[in-house]
């Protein structure tokens, strides 16, 4: 069974539209991520959540707004969407232990793109 | 921040031989190195990391060496296997960054027959 649940796979936009991207971890993580990979930029780290609380935040755009209604959901809005946001969005989670780097696992991903 | 360089893009080697994947990185409070494996379509997956209160951490066919002065860490992949062919991304996270990954651009590799 995934451990880390990505929905949807794929997920075709159009240009100026909103969509949500999915993230939900049965790993009993209190720590969760958002990566995206394109094939401009290697894996490229968006954001940091531990218990629900932002952490870090790394994308220059407000039109990225990750969304946490439960300790083990990272949910991902993007309005406004452009042809440069194609991409696939990878969710990751890991155990916080305070102090020490936690090995991070990642989701399938959610491919999008945006005509 | 962090700037983490990867090295070489490419590597096609022969069934059998050894491979070996070369990192730099800028931040000397970086403390933490995993390396990841990536088959095409799917996510990135864990497959040896290292931190910096060791130099050499060796499992299963695969050695990750850390040199903190030189600011390098490399991944040597034992008698290669077709099943190796992947790319591999190596990555560092600063220490009080919260677990921030900052990732290489990958290495594709190619074992032949």
């Known amino acids: 069974d995934p451990k880390i649940i990505q929905k949807p796979k794929y997920l075709v936009a159009v240009t100026g539209s909103e969509k949500i991207l999915i993230c939900e971890q049965y790993?009993?993580?209190?720590?969760m991520y958002w990566y995206r990979q394109s094939a401009k930029k290697p894996l490229e780290f968006m954001f940091s959540?531990?218990?629900?609380?932002?952490?870090d935040n790394q994308t220059a755009s407000s039109r990225f707004q990750p969304q946490s209604s439960k300790k083990n959901h990272l949910d991902l809005q993007i309005t406004a969407l452009k042809p440069d946001d194609s991409a696939t969005y990878f969710c990751?989670?890991?155990?916080?232990?305070?102090?020490?780097?936690?090995?991070?696992?990642f989701g399938p991903g959610t491919r999008l793109l945006v005509l | 921040g962090e700037q983490v360089e990867q090295l070489p893009s490419i590597l096609r080697v022969q069934e059998g031989s050894s491979a070996s994947i070369n990192c730099t990185y800028e931040?000397?409070?970086?403390?933490?190195f995993p390396w990841y494996k990536q088959e095409p379509g799917e996510n990135p997956k864990l497959i040896i990391d290292?931190?910096?209160?060791?130099e050499r951490k060796q499992t299963q066919g695969l050695i990750v060496l850390l040199d903190k002065k030189a600011k390098r860490f490399s991944l040597h992949i034992t008698d290669t296997q077709p099943g190796d062919s992947a790319m591999y991304f190596c990555?560092?996270?600063?220490?009080?960054?919260?677990?921030?990954?900052?990732f290489g651009a990958g290495t594709r590799l190619a074992v032949c027959p």
């Open positions: 990751a989670s890991s155990q916080e232990t305070g102090g020490f780097q936690d090995t991070q696992y």
């Open positions: 790993l009993g993580h209190n720590a």
């Open positions: 959540y531990s218990y629900q609380k932002l952490m």
């Open positions: 931040n000397s409070a970086s403390n933490y």
């Open positions: 290292i931190r910096s209160n060791m």
């Open positions: 990555a560092a996270s600063v220490s009080g960054s919260f677990n921030k990954l900052t």
